[in-house]
């Protein structure tokens, strides 16, 4: 059992990533992560930022479930898991460092010139083709940097996607990748009796701060939500760069 400094910790790690993630739609091992990668060793730590990642996003399907857009989000989906079990053979088999700074890099980049550009026009491209290849991008760069999100949201981002349909199309694709690896992990046994306590401790953070972060999201208007995502996406891309 955890002394109490460490349990009030977890907790405010775990909560400050349900609400980002809640609010967002991802982000939660971008926000957690900052602080218990510094707390736990990464074999603790990546497999308890997914079961936490994948209870925030259960918890939003099921809170948005009637406006969720399953058929459209097969699409990413299908084509995200053919790109995990690269990038997890990628983590072994070489040096990922430069993939994921230089993907920060760009990550932070687009996000601060959509933030300060004066305005936005969607480009209205829904082919089979770009959605495919969208999926398939995040899953690889998921099992890279922990965001799958990432892709799929600056796609729907460049789109001029309004947040609910953001939402309904990109969270399935999460729920879906996060879900894959974290069943690949199992598999491999990397979840400890350890991981498993941790989890158990954090719920009541886990709940909270998906809660709040949901009722946040269903205020704010669609401006105020971009800007929300290209803030989160701007500070994740800062963290994959150091």
């Known amino acids: 059992m955890p002394d109490l400094g460490s349990f009030l910790l977890l907790s405010f790690a775990v909560f400050s990533g349900a609400f980002v993630s809640g609010l967002a739609g991802f982000a939660f091992s971008a926000v957690a992560g900052g602080i218990l990668l510094h707390v736990l060793e990464p074999i603790e730590a990546v497999p308890l930022m997914m079961s936490c990642s994948i209870g925030v996003q259960a918890t939003s399907l099921w809170a948005m479930r009637q406006s969720i857009r399953w058929r459209q989000s097969m699409i990413l989906v299908v084509s995200g898991l053919l790109g995990v079990p690269i990038a997890l053979w990628l983590l072994h088999a070489a040096d990922t460092r430069m993939f994921r700074e230089g993907f920060g890099l760009m990550v932070a980049c687009y996000a601060a010139y959509m933030l300060f550009r004066p305005g936005t026009r969607g480009v209205r491209d829904a082919r089979l083709g770009v959605g495919a290849l969208v999926?398939?991008?995040?899953?690889?760069?998921?099992?890279?940097?922990?965001?799958?999100?990432?892709?799929?949201?600056?796609?729907?981002?460049?789109?001029?996607?309004?947040?609910?349909?953001?939402?309904?199309?990109?969270?399935?694709?999460?729920?879906?990748?996060q879900t894959f690896a974290l069943a690949m992990m199992v598999i491999r046994?990397?979840?400890?009796?350890?991981?498993?306590?941790?989890?158990?401790?954090?719920?009541?953070?886990?709940?909270?701060?998906?809660?709040?972060?949901?009722?946040?999201?269903?205020?704010?208007?669609?401006v105020v939500f971009r800007r929300v995502i290209l803030s989160v996406l701007l500070v994740s891309g800062v963290l994959l760069l150091i």
């Not at 989890?199 to 886990?206: D, E, M």
Request: net charge neutral; with cysteine.
């Open 135 to 177: 999926g398939f991008g995040g899953g690889l760069v998921g099992g890279l940097t922990a965001m799958p999100g990432a892709l799929p949201t600056i796609w729907c981002d460049l789109r001029g996607v309004q947040k609910e349909e953001q939402r309904a199309l990109v969270q399935p694709f999460i729920a879906m990748m």
């Open 189 to 222: 046994q990397d979840l400890s009796s350890k991981v498993v306590l941790d989890l158990v401790l954090s719920l009541p953070a886990l709940l909270a701060g998906s809660a709040l972060g949901i009722f946040a999201f269903r205020r704010v208007n669609d």
